[in-house]
Structures are given as structure tokens and as C-alpha cells.
């Protein structure tokens, strides 16, 4: 996808290399923030929050499941030591069964809260999506990059734009009037 931005913006950039005699036409180009957009959206804190909370309630249930397998193991101690070999057996396994059960848990809650988290994000970059192209309606750029983007390698999208138009504002009073 990123390869065929940057073709795009190649073809875009080599419609004006015609002859000097041709009318290039004029093509505007803007960037937009969307980390910026993204952390000022009205929706962001509350879905933070929401997600923190499920994090929360989930690390909660792991430590709890976790001191109930330290109490299981500590009867399992004391049943060996007091010589209650069956009792001990049973305890015993009964620690194996919280052991799978933490784990599956602990697999579970975590794409389930991965999931929670892009389901979240999604929604509101959807959101922000809108507004620009709201905002674009009446602005008549022909492209419009994100200035906040990074590609796969970490290396920034756009690195200088001298001379574009910086639209974040303009769209941060769409996306939260």
C-alpha cells in the first residue's frame, strides 16, 4: 500500500512534465497530523479509558487466578509434608488445571483486548477520515498526506513541506467543534 502511494504520487507529480507550452495543471497538496487529530478527537479519551478499564479488570482476574494457584500449591506443600500423599495428588492437580487456565486466559484476554483496541481506533481514524474529506469538499486539494506517518521501517512519510499547506487546524475544528 505504501509503495503505491509513493507510485501515485510520482504519476501525480509527472502530469505537470509536459511541454512549456502545455497548461500544467495546478495540483494542491496538503499534509494533515493524524496523531494530532487522533489525540483531539472527542472519542479518543473515552475509548482510552475504556480500554485501560478492560485492561484493568483483566489484570485483575489473572492476579486473582494467580494467588488462588499460590494457595492451591501452598495446600499442596502442606499435605506433602504432613503426609497426606492423596490429598497432596489432588491439589496437585488441581494447580495443573489453574496453570492451563491462566494460560488460555492470559492468550485470550490478550487478543481480546487487542481486538477491543483496533475495533476503537479504527472507528475513530474512520471518524477523522471523514472530516478531512469533509473538509477537502470545499479545499480542492488533490492529495493530502499524513505528516505524522511512519513507514513500515520506522523512516517518516513526509520529511519536508515547504511550502504545503498544513490543514491539521482547519480539520481539528471539523472532527471537534
Not at 18 to 33: F, K, N, T
Not at 74 to 79: K, P, V
Not at 111 to 118: C, H, I, P, T, W
Request: charged share 30%; net charge negative; proline share 2%.
Amino acid at each position: 500500500m505504501k509503495g503505491s502511494l509513493a507510485f501515485g504520487m510520482l504519476c501525480l507529480i509527472g502530469l505537470g512534465s509536459g511541454s512549456a507550452e502545455e497548461a500544467a495543471p495546478v495540483l494542491r497538496i496538503a499534509v494533515v497530523d493524524m496523531s494530532a487529530l487522533f489525540e483531539a478527537h472527542p472519542d479518543a479519551r473515552a475509548a482510552e479509558a475504556r480500554v485501560t478499564q478492560a485492561r484493568d479488570a483483566a489484570r485483575k482476574i489473572f492476579r486473582d487466578k494467580s494467588n488462588e494457584l499460590k494457595k492451591v500449591l501452598q495446600q499442596h506443600q502442606e499435605m506433602v509434608a504432613s503426609g497426606q500423599v492423596e490429598g497432596g495428588r489432588e491439589a496437585l492437580e488441581e494447580a495443573r488445571v489453574i496453570e492451563r487456565e491462566l494460560a488460555a486466559m492470559k492468550t485470550t484476554k490478550e487478543r481480546d483486548l487487542e481486538k477491543a483496541f483496533l475495533e476503537e481506533k479504527r472507528a475513530i481514524l474512520a471518524s477523522i477520515e471523514r472530516a478531512v474529506r469533509t473538509f477537502n469538499e470545499g479545499a480542492g486539494y488533490a492529495l493530502i498526506l499524513d505528516r505524522s506517518a511512519a513507514a513500515a521501517n520506522g523512516i517518516p512519510m513526509v520529511v519536508d513541506a515547504k511550502g504545503v499547506d498544513d490543514i491539521t487546524e482547519a480539520v481539528r475544528r471539523v472532527v471537534a467543534p
